[in-house]
Nanobody, 125 residues
């Protein structure tokens, strides 16, 4: 059974950094594209970043481009989201999700098949 587990959330001050991890069990990152999404209560889920299984091609939303970096370690079956210069607007529940790898790298949540439980990121002084 494919399972995703996020970790690394918590409280960080504005301007600070945080690294989220998304570990995949029951499958291999060789075959799954991974996306990071965030959601604030009352708002739609937003695609933040994604990484392609085979090519390593990445996607970033305009709101995080230049501040967030997605990467992966296939040996550890883990995808990371390095978040720098965090802003109060980055506060959200961050979730990772997996979709069977294809030519497309999907930025929206609809195509993703397996979801983690999420980890809360709070940006506050």
């Amino acid at each position: 059974q494919l399972v995703l587990v996020e970790s690394g959330g918590g409280l960080v001050q504005p301007g600070g950094s945080q690294r989220l991890s998304c570990r995949l069990t029951g499958g291999s990152l060789d075959f799954y594209d991974i996306g990071w999404f965030r959601q604030v209560s009352g708002k739609e889920r937003e695609g933040v970043s994604a990484i392609h299984a085979a090519t390593g091609r990445t996607f970033y939303s305009e709101s995080v481009k230049g501040r967030f970096t997605i990467s992966k370690d296939n040996r550890k079956n883990t995808v990371y989201l390095e978040m720098n210069n965090l802003k109060p607007d980055d506060k959200a529940l961050y979730s990772c999700a997996a979709v069977t790898a294809s030519i497309e790298l999907y930025s929206g949540p609809r195509e993703y098949e397996i979801w983690g439980q999420g980890t809360q990121v709070t940006v506050s002084s």
